[in-house]
């Protein structure tokens, strides 16, 4: 079975040890990713933006790596406060609500204070 690393380029994955995307046969996972707006050269301070931005950059790595939104079946959102829920929810469903892949949802820290959302995937494009 061909292992594929998917890299951003980033400094830090190579720090750090890790891909922002691996594909494993007809698997792909993708790395946690946040909501920073490539655009813009910067992190939006609002929950739901983050999570608009994290979900669009999700989505380009799938692309990436001959995958779509439609195949991911394992979901994981961190959110760093229990207070931006409900901000981030529509952004949840117009990513997934037709989906509905399996997720679970984490209020811890992350890396730094200006990242509110972080997310990952797991997506599986077999017969």
Not at 39 to 63: G, H, V
Not at 66 to 84: E, H, K, N, P, W
Not at 106 to 127: F, H, N, S, W
Request: aromatic share 8%; proline share 5%; charged share 25%.
């Amino acid at each position: 079975m061909t292992r594929k690393l998917i890299s951003s380029g980033s400094p830090f994955e190579e720090r750090v040890g890790y891909s922002r995307a691996v594909v494993q046969g007809d698997w792909c996972f993708i790395a946690g990713t946040t909501g920073y707006d490539y655009d813009r050269m910067e992190m939006p301070e609002d929950p739901a933006a983050q999570a608009r931005n994290t979900l669009s950059t999700i989505a380009k790595w799938l692309a990436e790596a001959g995958f779509a939104m439609t195949d991911v079946v394992r979901v994981t959102y961190i959110l760093t406060d229990r207070s931006d829920v409900e901000a981030v929810i529509p952004e949840l469903h117009a990513a997934f609500g037709d989906i509905r892949p399996a997720a679970t949802m984490l209020i811890c820290e992350l890396m730094t204070p200006e990242m509110k959302v972080e997310i990952q995937v797991d997506a599986y494009r077999g017969a």
